[in-house]
């Protein structure tokens, strides 16, 4: 159980293009959603939390008119990166909470996807 | 300020036994996990640890002492497969996971 995955695994766009990353519960609700970015070599960086019909919450220095989030349903979030650029290159990977008996607070993470704007 | 620490890098030897630590400061304490995070790929959870002591899941074991803000992973029979990066997260008063950087263990014959 607590499967998530995400689409596509890796995408490849010009500058200036936008790009959506969907993320997806497979076998379980997940009211809460999380997207992080990873530089190569570094921790992951928590940019927002998604919650379920309400809007993102951001970390500090994301945009969010820059990095647009949705999470319209129980089972599905999306990461749409507006007019890419270069500097956006990264990996990016989503998470999940699943609501298991006595399992709370763990997350479980998506494959991830990695951008490469050109 | 919150701040989690642990080794950049270790070494260790295929069979052999390797501990990785773990210290940290946060502004309240609600559980700390570990994940394993292998190259180009997303982390995958290992453990869980919310009281004080050693919790063994097969050859992972992962021990806590809130006293002294310190965790370890315990990793036995070293396996090739187990050539990855550790991550250690505390979650806060808030519930937000506060991330350390990462170590780096290498597995050699």
């Known amino acids: 159980g607590a499967v998530v995955s995400q689409h596509p695994s890796w995408v490849i766009c010009k500058s200036g293009t936008s790009v959506k990353i969907e993320c997806r519960s497979l076998d379980f609700q997940a009211t809460t959603m999380f997207w992080y970015r990873q530089f190569p070599k570094q921790s992951l960086m928590l940019m927002a939390t998604?919650?379920?019909?309400?809007?993102?919450?951001?970390e500090q220095g994301v945009e969010k008119d820059k990095f647009l989030i949705n999470h319209a349903s129980l089972t599905l979030s999306t990461l749409t990166v507006t007019s890419a650029h270069p500097e956006d290159s990264s990996f990016y990977i989503c998470?999940?909470?699943?609501?298991?008996?006595?399992?709370?607070?763990?997350?479980?993470f998506g494959p991830g996807t990695r951008l490469t704007v050109l | 300020g919150q701040n989690i620490d642990q080794p950049t890098e270790m070494t260790a030897t295929e069979g052999a036994i390797v501990q990785i630590n773990c210290t940290y400061q946060t502004s309240g304490f609600n559980g700390l996990f570990w994940y394993q995070q292998h190259a180009g790929e997303a982390p995958t959870f290992l453990s869980y640890?919310?009281l004080d002591g050693l919790e063994e899941k097969g050859r992972f074991s992962s021990f806590l002492s809130r006293s002294k803000g310190y965790s370890y992973l315990l990793l036995k029979e070293l396996q090739m497969k187990d050539s990855a990066s550790y991550l250690c997260?505390?979650?806060?008063?808030?519930?937000?996971?506060?991330w350390g950087a990462g170590t780096k263990l290498i597995i050699k014959p």
């Open positions: 998470s999940a909470k699943s609501p298991l008996a006595g399992d709370t607070d763990t997350q479980y």
């Open positions: 998604s919650n379920e019909g309400s809007k993102a919450t951001y």
């Open positions: 640890n919310v």
């Open positions: 997260a505390v979650m806060d008063s808030n519930y937000q996971l506060i």
